[in-house]
């Protein structure tokens, strides 16, 4: 390989997802770099511009204009760091996430047609080649805490929570596919009829473009509470924070489109998740012994009354 063929191929790529006029290829005011700091804003935990400046190589300066632009507009508000007053954090307004969603709905209409002009014979092929390219070039580590997102699902995401759920759990615990059958009835509740403004799904995508983890915010018969479901992290991206994050987002958005409070139910033998669900306030309310998927279990109730608790 030579430097002409890397250059080739960036010319070729760049072309590929129109990153010369980024904002034209996807109908949009932003620039290739202005759309990534939204992207990182929307998704990233860590959103202090120091941070912002090092997730994305910025020169301080070219990102303070961006920033500049972002709050002149609307998009954001800057205030002092709670953590450290010498830092300055900077969040999304209404509009600033407004603008994030469309910019993310757009660019994956985008690559939904790249891929739909992929013959589906060559779409492993062409992620495996990806992979290849990230490894080589990358740092050859596994995931980092600091590239997974959190993003609502795309077209298949919704049947992979239902095969990983299915597949971890018989790996894990030797549950039946008495336990499938009862994810995909959730799953398929939630895609065929769900309110967006009240119900929604998480998923955790790594750095490489994997799913490695998801969770469902739900309405519950009672009124006033959501319920949350169908927590999973992949065993290699455990330890990452990823299970406290996806939690963490289910959490605040119960609160922010006022439900009162936060129920879900869980099995003893799951220790890992009955922790995270401690850590974030969740109270155990009852439990009772049962047999299900083909082993005895003790299921539990758990609650987190959103009203008299904040993270």
Not at 50 to 75: A, H, M, P, W
């Amino acid at each position: 390989m030579t430097v002409q063929d890397i250059r080739s191929f960036n010319r070729f790529y760049t072309n590929v997802i129109g990153a010369l006029d980024y904002g034209r290829h996807l109908y949009a005011p932003y620039t290739l770099t202005e759309s990534r700091v939204l992207y990182e804003l929307a998704h990233s935990p860590r959103t202090d511009a120091v941070d912002l400046r090092t997730e994305l190589s910025l020169d301080s300066g070219y990102l303070s204009r961006i920033l500049n632009k972002f709050e002149q507009d609307g998009l954001v508000d800057r205030a002092p760091s709670e953590k450290d007053p010498r830092r300055r954090r900077i969040t999304l307004t209404a509009r600033g996430r407004d603008a994030a969603d469309l910019l993310d709905e757009r660019a994956r209409e985008t690559v939904g047609s790249l891929l739909a002009s992929v013959a589906p014979a060559d779409r492993e092929r062409l992620a495996e080649a990806m992979r290849t390219v990230r490894t080589i070039l990358g740092d050859g580590g596994g995931a980092r805490p600091q590239d997974v997102v959190l993003r609502e699902p795309g077209p298949g995401d919704l049947g992979w929570i239902v095969q990983r759920n299915a597949a971890l759990y018989a790996a894990e615990y030797g549950w039946n596919t008495d336990y499938e059958g009862l994810v995909a009835r959730i799953v398929a509740d939630f895609a065929e009829d769900h309110d967006p403004h009240l119900e929604r799904v998480w998923i955790a995508e790594s750095g490489g473009g994997r799913p490695v983890g998801c969770v469902m915010c739900v309405r519950d018969d009672a009124p006033g509470t959501a319920r949350l479901r169908l927590l999973l992290v992949e065993p290699d991206a455990r330890g990452l924070g990823i299970g406290d994050r996806l939690v963490e987002a289910v959490v605040g958005f119960a609160r922010g489109v006022g439900y009162r409070d936060l129920v879900l139910w869980t099995n003893d033998v799951l220790s890992a998740a009955r922790r995270i669900y401690q850590r974030h306030g969740f109270v155990l309310v009852s439990e009772k012994p049962h047999r299900s998927f083909g082993a005895d279990l003790v299921g539990q109730d758990w609650r987190l009354d959103l009203h008299g608790t904040q993270e």
